[in-house]
Every structure is written in C-alpha cells, then in structure tokens.
C-alpha cells in the first residue's frame, strides 16, 4: 500500500477528500481534507431519482477541486466512491462517464451494505468497544446499520431512509411528525432479531456528531473532542426533542446546532431516535470515523484480517513514528513500571487497574522533545491530548496526557485536574501515578536493575540496586510524593 492514499466520498448531501500518510506498517494520520456541499441529490426525488443537471456540475466541479488537492499531495492511490443517491439514480451510468471523461476520475458505486461495513469496520478498529454493537451511519439517502458482536462485523443492512429523504418527502411539506415516524418505523421492521441483542450504539456521520457537539455544549463536558464521547440517550432526551420541535433556525442555534446542519439535523435525529427506541439501546459512543476511513483501513489491513493486532494502538504508533525523534527504547522503563504498579496497586486503587495508561504513558514519554527540551512535560501533555484519539475512551486520553504532565516537583498539574475533574481520577491516585511514572523514568538512567518492596503498615517505599543511586536520591528529594510515603535506598551486591 502506498504512503499517500486519498479517499474520496461523494454522499447524497455532501462529497468529501481525505488523505492519508501512512507511517509504518500499522501508524498512519489524516495530513489534508476538504469538503463540498454538492448536494448531489437535490431534485432527484420528484424527478423519478434521476440526477439533475445543476447537481452534476456542482459534483464535476468539486471532483476537479479535490484532483487538485491529491496532486499536490502527491497521493499515489486514489479510492473514490459514491453512494445511495448515485446508485439508486436512472441516470447513474451517464454521470459515472461524465466523471470520467471530465475529471479522469474512475467512481466505484457502492451498495448500502457496504457502505454499513465500511463504517463498521472504522469504528471496531477505532473505537474502544467492548461490548455488542451495532453502527449507524444516517446519510441523505440511507441509513446503514452494522451488528458488531465478540469483536467481529457479523451482519449488516441498509435501510431506505435517509435525512434528504424525510425532508423532501414530509418537512419541506410541513406534515405532522407522526407521519414521518411511520414512515421510518416501516423500515426500521426490517432490522433483522439478531440486532436487538446490542446494547450499544456506535454514532456515525454529520448528524449524530452535530448531536454530540450540542450534547457536550450543553452539559458543559469538559474534553472537546467528539471522537469516543460517550452518552446516555435518555439524558438528553429532552435536548433531543427540543431539536426535533425547533421552529426555526434560530431556535437551533439556541439549542447549539451549527448552520451547516439546519437543513439536515431535525430528520436524521428522528431516524435516530426511533431506532434507538425500537432496539431500546440507551448506552451511545460517538465516532469521528466512518466510510473514508473504514476504506482506508479495509485495504490497509487485508493481509492482518482487517484488524489491527490486539496488543497494538493505532494512535500510540501513530505518534512514536512522527514525533520520537530519539528512538529510545521503551522497553527497559516498561519492565520497571510492571514491576513497581503491582506492589504499590493496593495503595493507588482497588477498584480500577491503571497500568495500561502508565505503560502508553511510559511509550510516548520522549515526544515532547520534538518541540524542546525546556518544558518538554508540557509539550508532551499538550501532544497527547490532542493526539490520542483511536481505541482510547475519553477518560483514558486525558490521563494518559495528565500522566505525562508529571516533572520533578509537580507530580499533578492542578488546572488539568480542576478542568477535567469529572473525568480523571482522585489527586490522591494521580499522585501515585505521577510517582510510578516519575520513578521508571529516573531508574531507567540510574539504575535499571532495581528491586522494590512496600511496607503497607509504614508506607514505606524500598528501592534496592546495585548502583550508585546518589543522584537518584537527589532527584527523589525533589518530588512531591503521596501523603505519608517515605523512600528508602538501600544497596545489594
């Protein structure tokens, strides 16, 4: 597979490129994207779903734009599809020529059940899912729903209900909500018993991210970030209904839309709606990947079984490839934090294990020196939050990046804590964390061979070696270390 590869989707409503630079065998990040509002769709429906001749243009023009944008970019392969609008239209043929013979582009006309697995084979890589599944993606002319179940796409199926669908058909016409309701439920019927058996629902595409954002505005969640945000439907209920009912575009400005999404948002939140109350699932995560990226991976990961290795994170190879200059190996200061975690893990909590986000914290401890040496902690925090995104809950992100934040005298940084409070843990185990974190990194340069033990009833940490640990102690006197503890040196031979 090439270094540069560029997707291009072309949907009912909108068509979009991305580009993708891989950066090993498994690391790879999105380096441009664009976006045009074609609405390729528009007038195809009282027109016997023929494309029309204005929504062509507008589609040839933006294909041009993006032949541009990969050019410059120098992708070496290019995948471009198109999807329900495109294929349910008489004229479908026609158009894929006009394309060809304008832009040199060669479209693939995908079906709604690729289109569900695509999406679903984003979000099961992507995602930090840990239970039965099913994904929706509400496009303009489908909505495309995969059953995931032990870690496996196991069924899909497209539905022929869509938001420009129910807007030409029942909101443009002003007709009761009722109305389009049972127009919705006739399709939803269709869903296969099997799907009732998920208790989750993977959120894709522009509606339900646009949802998500209005979500998190109004409950003034603290991590701008709309991949993995998690949420339970029957909380927001009534923000939901309030969209459903907005009058007019002010009103949803009020209730935290974005304009790009007036003519779209209320349509695809009833299908939305609906389906969650037929499958009665309240538990929802929020993807910010679908179809580009289920394509690009798709073909990425064919010769691995379309997933990536279980002991292996996306995002961490992502970021070691492109900004650990040095290449130090992580290995030895693993070995030490899996020796240390377990002896102190009593004392730190004994309800949640944390020595997953220590050891991803311990692999990208070096990034922040991309930038400088001087406050490289604080580089690497800004680095990781940002940049942590796939198979990560939002929780783990941010205590990953907190750990990271940890230096010499400050083994917590008081404004990540105070403006993340409902997402990271206590001080008290942040502190103990900070200290694992802060110890691996300085035995790993002074005395690599060390031993520990923990005396609970004096809390007591010893740390053993067979090196001279004089600056090691210096270091340690420096530390703000959890309450109480104290640390002891001794030597063996």
């Known amino acids: 597979m090439p270094k540069r590869v560029a997707i291009v989707d072309i949907g009912s409503n909108s068509a979009r490129v991305v580009i993708y630079q891989r950066t090993s065998r498994f690391g790879f990040h999105l380096i441009a994207q664009q976006k045009a509002n074609v609405r390729i769709s528009e007038g195809s429906f009282e027109n016997g779903g023929y494309l029309q001749e204005n929504a062509i243009k507008r589609a040839i023009t933006s294909l041009k734009l993006f032949k541009n944008i990969i050019d410059e970019y120098k992708a070496r392969k290019t995948i471009i599809v198109a999807t329900a609008a495109v294929r349910n239209a008489p004229n479908r043929y026609e158009f894929l020529s006009r394309v060809k013979r304008e832009t ?72 009761p909500l009722s109305e389009a309701k049972l127009f919705i439920n006739k399709e939803l019927n269709k869903i296969p018993q099997e799907f009732y058996q998920a208790n989750c629902i993977i959120a894709i595409g522009g509606v339900l991210r646009a949802l998500a954002k209005s979500i998190m505005e109004v409950s003034n969640y603290s991590y701008k970030k709309i991949h993995a945000f998690n949420y339970n439907i029957a909380n927001y209920s009534s923000h939901i209904d309030s ?135 604080k580089h690497t925090y800004y680095i ?69 033990k923990f005396d609970y009833k004096n809390n007591i940490l010893t740390i053993s070696s067979t090196s001279n640990l004089t600056l090691f102690e210096e270091e340690i006197k420096n530390l703000q270390l959890p309450k109480n503890l104290k640390i002891k040196i001794t030597y063996f031979s």
């Open 104 to 175: 040199g582009f060669k479209i693939k006309v995908i079906d709604g059940n690729k289109e569900a697995l695509f999406g679903a084979v984003a979000a099961l890589n992507l995602l930090p899912i840990n239970q039965n599944s099913i994904s929706i993606d509400i496009g303009g002319g489908s909505s495309d729903i995969a059953l995931i179940k032990n870690s496996k796409v196991v069924s899909t199926i497209s539905l022929n209900i869509g938001t420009i669908t129910l807007k030409e058909l029942f909101f443009d016409k002003n007709l």
């Open 243 to 377: 969209i459903l009912n907005a009058k007019d575009n002010k009103e949803l400005e009020k209730l935290k839309i974005k304009e790009g999404r007036f003519d779209t948002i209320r349509e695809g939140l009833l299908i939305f709606k609906e389906l969650s109350e037929k499958l009665n699932i309240q538990n929802i995560i929020t993807s910010g990947v679908g179809i580009r990226e289920g394509i690009f991976l798709n073909d990425m990961l064919r010769g691995v079984g379309g997933k990536f290795p279980k002991e292996l994170n996306p995002s961490i190879v992502s970021i070691r490839d492109r900004l650990d200059i040095l290449g130090i190996p992580t290995k030895p200061k693993e070995k030490i934090t899996k020796e240390l975690y377990p002896i102190l893990e009593e004392k730190i909590s004994k309800e949640n294990n944390y020595l997953n986000e220590l050891l991803n914290a311990i692999k990208l401890n070096n990034i922040g020196k991309t930038l400088t040496i001087y406050d490289e902690h």
């Open 384 to 452: 990781a939050s940002q940049e942590l995104n796939w198979q990560f809950t939002h929780k783990q992100m941010l205590l990953i990046a907190a750990i990271l934040r940890s230096k010499g005298d400050k083994l917590i940084y008081k404004a990540i804590k105070k403006e993340h409070k409902k997402l990271l843990p206590s001080k008290k185990v942040l502190k103990w964390l900070g200290l694992i974190y802060t110890i691996s990194n300085l035995l790993y340069e002074y005395a690599p061979k060390g031993k520990f």
